[in-house]
Nanobody, 132 residues
Framework: QVQLVESGGGSVQAGGSLRLSCAAS????????MAWFRQAPGKEREMVAT????????YYADSVKDRFTISHDNTKNTLNLQMTRLTPEDTGMYYC?????????????????????????WGQGTQVTVSS
């Protein structure tokens, strides 16, 4: 059973930084697509960034480009999201997602995102709150 467990959320003032992590276990995929999504109160869940563990293909939403960095630690099977220059608009629940199809990461890069329903596995989320 695939498990994704996020950590690292918290409260920070605007301009600050946070680092999120997602520990993945219970899978046997050799190459897969992982992603961070976020959901603000009253809004749809939106894609933040994706990373293909096989080829390193990375996509960022325009709203976080040049501020957030997604990475994957192969030895620890952990997906990370380093967030800098945070703004109140970054407030929300951040979710880790994974799917055994690396094709999703290609689609995200080509078409600027992938519907959340395409991802088969999700974590419970970690809250990020940015105050002004």
């Amino acid at each position: 059973q695939v498990q994704l467990v996020e950590s690292g959320g918290g409260s920070v003032q605007a301009g600050g930084s946070l680092r999120l992590s997602c520990a993945a276990s219970g899978y046997t995929w050799s190459s897969y697509c992982m992603a961070w999504f976020r959901q603000a109160p009253g809004k749809e869940r939106e894609m933040v960034a994706t990373l293909s563990t096989g080829g390193g293909l990375i996509y960022y939403a325009d709203s976080v480009k040049d501020r957030f960095t997604i990475s994957h630690d192969n030895t620890k099977n952990t997906l990370n999201l380093q967030m800098t220059r945070l703004t109140p608009e970054d407030t929300g629940m951040y979710y880790c997602a994974a799917d055994p199809s690396p094709r999703l990461c290609v689609i995200a890069t080509t078409f600027a995102g992938v519907p959340k329903d395409e991802f088969a596995h999700w974590g419970q989320g970690t809250q990020v709150t940015v105050s002004s």
